[in-house]
């Protein structure tokens, strides 16, 4: 649990457009008052720049795995955290980040000198096969209504009033 009961949470950007990063600060418009009194946010690099990646109860992760480093980030995000959520298309399902997988081999070929120069893998990976997910919110962007009820489900869940 974070400070005075509240819910402990991180926010994590992995490759993608950060429109549910936009969304959820949007959110905040309504709902600032509320989470003020009920979540504390550990880790948030789009609201603070002294960020903590440890004991969280919840992370959320936005955007797909494209290198190694994402990979072991993702498994650091997962080894601190009680419940992991994928949020957003292209970390639900690596879509439209991973259109690169799609290509024909002419366009891979084409786009090989790039993958090695940015040391990007093979092929693009939603978030769940490298770590294990809890819970999924759809949408590109992201669906505004599930993440409230899924962030609703995880304050009830560690009972934070
Ligand atoms: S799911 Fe859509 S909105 Fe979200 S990061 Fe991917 S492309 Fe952007």
Redesign the pocket.
């Known amino acids: 649990m974070g400070k005075k009961g509240k819910l402990r949470i991180g926010w994590f950007t992995f490759a993608?457009?950060?429109?549910?990063t936009i969304l959820m600060t949007e959110i905040m418009n309504d709902c600032w008052q509320e989470w003020k009194k009920k979540v504390e946010f550990a880790y948030a690099r789009v609201l603070q720049t002294q960020n903590e990646l440890n004991d969280l109860d919840v992370a959320f992760i936005?955007?797909a795995i494209t290198t190694d480093k994402d990979a072991e980030r993702a498994k650091e995000i997962r080894k601190n955290s009680k419940y992991v959520v994928a949020v957003?298309?292209?970390a639900v399902t690596g879509m439209?980040?991973a259109q690169r997988n799609l290509f024909d081999s002419e366009l891979k070929k084409e786009i090989k000198p790039l993958l090695i120069k940015f040391k990007h893998r093979e092929k693009v990976q939603p978030v769940k096969d490298i770590i294990k997910v809890d819970d999924d919110v759809p949408g590109?962007?992201?669906n505004e209504k599930i993440f409230l009820e899924i962030l609703d489900k995880y304050l009830k869940l560690f009972k934070v009033k």
């Open positions: 993608c457009s950060e429109d549910s936005e955007g957003g298309s292209c439209p980040t590109c962007p992201m």
